[in-house]
Nanobody, 125 residues
Framework: VQLQASGGGLVQAGDSLRLSCVVS????????VAWFRQAPGKGREFVAA????????YYTDSVKGRFSISRDRAKNTVSLQMNSLKPEDTAVYYC???????????????????WGQGTLVTVSS
């Protein structure tokens, strides 16, 4: 499985961005896909995930109501729509995939087998 993340950029606080993660080598619907982020000097943080099969979604508290994760099966892509961006959302964003993810491990980076290369999101105040 290969993951290609894109869509990052420099925006102002309150703006929106849409990140995309193109999945190749496997049907994205067979995978649980998540977005993580890593700010300078900090560890990798779980942001959102969408489970395989039924597509149930999960979010970290700090992005609930602002971010939305979705899957486009026709394009084999998982997207992260980010609205009302804040300076504290500044980070490199990574998409990750797992074919065997369980709910209790959803926020654990080591639970994901495959990772994209990351895309930088910078939010200025």
């Amino acid at each position: 499985v290969q993951l290609q993340a894109s869509g990052g950029g420099l925006v102002q606080a309150g703006d929106s961005l849409r990140l995309s993660c193109v999945v190749s080598g496997r049907t994205s619907g067979d995978l649980s896909v998540a977005w993580f982020r890593q700010a300078p000097g900090k560890g990798r943080e779980f942001v959102a995930a969408i489970f395989r099969n039924y597509g149930r979604t999960y979010y970290t508290d700090s992005v609930k109501g602002r971010f939305s994760i979705s899957r486009d099966r026709a394009k084999n892509t998982v997207s992260l729509q980010m609205n009302s961006l804040k300076p504290e959302d500044t980070a490199v964003y990574y998409c990750a995939a797992s074919s065997r993810l369980i709910l209790s491990s959803i926020e654990v980076p080591s639970a994901y087998n495959d990772w994209g290369q990351g895309t930088l999101v910078t939010v200025s105040s």
